[in-house]
């Protein structure tokens, strides 16, 4: 097992290197490492393949049990429309869908419900490191993908579940649902200790202030509890992502989610390359025809429905198209929903194998499938231009040393709140179209958009304005605003927002002129508050914040380098 660990190290290692090069995300490399060494392909080979799958079933459940440390139910708040009822929505659509399509494969009824059960979700693996690697994660469009790709796979436990046991209790009904409510019932209680009795345990094992003991609790509790879930008849990877939604409400969240990178990403290679290890080239090519059209009529029909529930629910421009383009691949717990189909006897070995490179053929094209995404939309705004921007309460005078504020949300209200009290012109760059509407009513001027889109810049007065502020976004949209500022010779300083601390340094070196960190400043609000509430004088307060302040980000409390002099 150690020569096939090395073995898997050094060829992930070289393909890594190769899709880099390409502008390729990095699991792709891992994947085609996973093909060179996988027992189908000849030459060099990896020899204990079942203990590789059981370290990739870690990889797999340590990448979504960081997911839930990183995920946050704020994240879906302002999105929970076509997060969680445009989701389900799709699975509701793509479950007959599929069965339709495995009964034009020339499958069993039952064959059929189980591949549809299997292609209802999108790869949420696949979709965060795509997301990540291009720097997209904190878009609109990577929050909309990512949000609903989660709420898709919750739905696909129950499916596969209440599946399992109409086959068991021969199609009743109501001796089926019997373990599903029993689950959710788990759930709920896993959920109530995970919050009375982790935060205690962290706190109690942060005692020691040892990064090591720390390490090995995050890990611990993210698969143990993940575990936990297994035996109660879920997957690993569910019931550690469920394990990382809990920690991400503590206050060790996000110390834990640093602790445990390089770990995750160490397991999630084996994860990708045990996926490439599992494609047939022999049977790709036997059976190209079904798997073509299985793989055309699921992660296309799916991105159709996709595209249009997210049109249906307000976004425009290039959010329906990135949703279709970014989420084509299959889930990974489609291996897990065949490998129950499989034991259980509802599908054959055969189609099995044909199901298993289908959703492999998925993953493989996805990373291409979403850089496709800008070029099409820039060709589709070719073919159809843009009659104008929406916007609303505008000054009928162009506005002149303004402030735009891009990103919308409500930190964007706060900041619009005192703008007006001052009487100071600005823009608010919204986004989200439910926000832009309500915007109308609060009598804010709005532009309806992306910052990063010329022809909204261009509305917003980009050139005259004397302060660009960023309340929402990813890194490249907000490096792509520098470059501009740069290519044009513009005098607007650039304000930024981000709640870490490294990114902080990343958008101070792009060019920022400041980065402020939410989250840190509302803790120092409410300890000032707390406080005097206590009746400590103000002089002392504010020592003893600037003093917490400068423990925490050194580089805070020091003079800016990139500020104009006064």
């Known amino acids: 097992m150690i020569t096939d660990i090395i073995l898997i190290l050094l060829v992930g290692l070289v393909s890594g290197i190769i899709a880099r090069s390409l502008g390729q995300p990095l699991f792709l490399g891992y994947i085609f490492a996973g093909v060179i060494v996988g027992p189908h392909t000849g030459g060099v080979t990896v020899s204990d393949i079942p203990q590789i799958e059981q370290l990739a079933d870690i990889g797999v459940a340590l990448l ?133 009795i982790t935060p205690r345990w962290l706190r109690f094992i942060a005692r020691w202030n ?85 793989v055309v009529g699921a992660c296309g029909g799916r991105g159709i429905l996709l595209a249009g529930i997210t049109a249906l629910f307000g976004y425009r421009r290039i959010i329906p198209i990135a949703v279709f383009f970014g989420m084509l691949p299959i889930s990974e717990i489609a291996f897990v929903v065949i490998r129950t189909g499989l034991a259980d006897g509802a599908i054959t070995q055969e189609i099995y194998s044909i199901i298993l490179n289908t959703v492999i053929l998925s993953m493989l094209f996805g990373p291409f499938a979403a850089s496709l995404a800008a070029p099409f939309y820039g060709q589709l705004r070719k073919l159809l231009p843009e009659h104008g921007v929406t916007t609303i309460n505008l000054p009928e005078e162009p506005l002149q040393d303004h402030a735009i504020i891009a990103g919308g949300g409500m930190l964007a209200r706060y900041v619009a709140a005192v703008m007006v009290e001052s009487k100071t012109p600005f823009v608010i760059i919204e986004p989200l179209y439910q926000a832009f509407a309500e915007g109308k009513s609060s009598g804010l001027p709005m532009i309806y958009g992306e910052p990063s889109q010329a022809s909204v810049l261009a509305t917003a007065g980009l050139s005259r304005a004397r302060l660009v502020l960023f309340t929402d976004g990813d890194i490249h949209a907000m490096k792509e605003l520098l470059s501009i500022r740069r290519a044009e010779n513009l005098t607007f300083r650039a304000l930024a927002t981000t709640n870490h601390i490294d990114e902080r340094a990343t958008l101070l070196e792009a060019g920022f002129d400041a980065v402020v960190l939410p989250d840190l400043e509302g803790g120092l609000e409410m300890a000032y508050q707390s406080l005097m509430a206590m009746d400590l004088q103000a002089a002392v307060i504010d020592a003893h914040i600037d003093r917490v302040r400068r423990n925490a980000v050194p580089s805070l409390t020091e003079p800016d380098s990139n500020l104009p002099a006064a």
């Open 64 to 196: 979504l049990f960081s997911l839930g440390l990183e995920f946050s139910v704020k994240d879906l708040l302002p999105i929970k429309g076509v997060a969680v009822w445009g989701s389900l929505l799709q699975v509701a659509l793509t479950f007959p869908a599929g069965w339709l399509l495995g009964l034009a494969a020339g499958w069993s009824n039952t064959a059929a419900l189980w591949f549809g059960a299997a292609i209802v979700s999108s790869s949420t693996a696949v979709i965060l490191k795509t997301l990540t690697d291009r720097g997209h994660l904190r878009a609109l469009s990577g929050r909309v993908m990512l949000c609903m790709s989660i709420v898709q796979d919750l739905t696909v436990i129950p499916i596969m579940i209440l599946l399992g046991n109409l086959m068991k209790s021969g199609m009743n009904l109501g001796s089926a649902l019997m373990p599903v409510a029993s689950t959710a019932g788990f759930l709920v209680l896993m959920k109530l200790v995970g919050t009375h």
């Open 210 to 294: 040892s990064r090591e003991l720390f390490m090995l609790s995050i890990i611990g509790l993210g698969l143990g509890l993940g575990y936990i879930t297994h035996i109660a008849g879920l997957s690993l990877a569910f019931g550690a992502f469920i394990t990382g939604l809990v920690l991400n409400e503590s206050e060790y969240g996000h110390k834990a989610l640093c602790e445990m990178i390089p770990i995750r990403d160490l397991f999630s290679l084996l994860f990708f390359v045990s996926v490439g290890m599992l494609l047939d080239p022999a049977l790709l090519w036997h059976h190209f025809g079904v798997i073509l059209l299985l």
